[in-house]
């Protein structure tokens, strides 16, 4: 069985200051990862994905995230907070190369940036 | 382009009620999914469309949940005899799924349907 665990509900952080959300993953064979974001009263957006190649990964709105494979994790990163980065943020894995496999999410961080 | 969208935003029913929820998933994406988000739980599976069929529907929680998906296009989500505990956003996403080249693809959200059982 796959799983993700985003092990904070909740990181403060000062608008300016680097930011990281955390995430560990478990699943057999080569995992894909992506993050996404969800803000109030709207759907998931995507931000990013690791599939193969480089470990870090750039998306959207100046985020990053770095797989790491001895560690299982894909924690989400990004130089300077913005306010507007405030949001529910999740992880999700699934099995790549095997055709179909369920994506499975964590249970979201949210992230708090204050002015 | 469009999104995914669902309709309607918003559903309130009494218990014992039957539900439909509507998703229109992107242009072109083969593959649609139907989650559920309640407080606290983050995104449950429910069930996988590639194309109308459904090769899994394990996350489907009871015999009282069905789906299906008509033209490769329009899905609906049926609840019968709405429980208090089926209150949650229902979400829609679609991707390119085995149509794109790639064997997996990211998955593009609708804006959800929340329901409320009273």
């Known amino acids: 069985a796959q799983s993700v665990a985003q092990p904070e509900d909740q990181v403060n952080v000062a608008e300016g200051n680097p930011l990281t959300v955390k995430c560990t993953y478990s699943?057999?064979?080569?995992?894909?990862l992506f993050w996404y974001v969800q803000y109030p009263n709207r759907g998931l957006q995507f931000l990013l994905k690791?599939?193969?190649?480089?470990?870090l990964v750039k998306g959207s709105y100046g985020f990053e995230a770095e797989f790491n494979k001895s560690q299982t994790s894909f924690h989400l990163k990004k130089p300077s907070a913005l306010v507007s980065d405030s949001a529910l943020y999740f992880c999700?894995?699934?099995?790549?190369?095997?055709?179909?496999?369920?994506?499975?999410f964590g249970k979201g961080t949210m992230l708090l940036v204050s002015p | 382009g469009a999104g995914v969208s669902q309709s309607p935003s918003n559903k309130v029913t009494e218990k014992g009620k039957d539900v439909e929820l509507r998703c229109d998933p992107i242009?072109?994406?083969?593959?649609l999914y139907w989650y559920r988000q309640s407080l606290g739980q983050g995104l449950e599976f429910l069930i996988y469309?590639?194309?109308?069929?459904?090769?899994?529907k394990s996350g489907l929680p009871s015999d009282r949940f069905s789906a299906e998906r008509t033209g490769g296009s329009v899905s609906t989500l049926t609840i019968q005899r709405t429980q208090q505990e089926d209150s949650a956003v229902y979400l829609c996403?679609?991707?390119?799924?085995?149509?794109?080249?790639?064997?997996?693809?990211?998955?593009?959200f609708g804006p959800g349907t929340r329901l409320t059982v009273l």
């Open positions: 699943v057999s064979g080569n995992p894909y």
């Open positions: 999700a894995v699934t099995r790549g190369n095997s055709g179909y496999s369920t994506l499975t």
């Open positions: 690791y599939i193969t190649g480089d470990n």
């Open positions: 242009s072109g994406h083969t593959a």
């Open positions: 996403a679609s991707s390119l799924g085995l149509a794109g080249g790639r064997s997996y693809n990211e998955q593009f």
């Open positions: 469309f590639q194309g109308n069929s459904a090769p899994d």
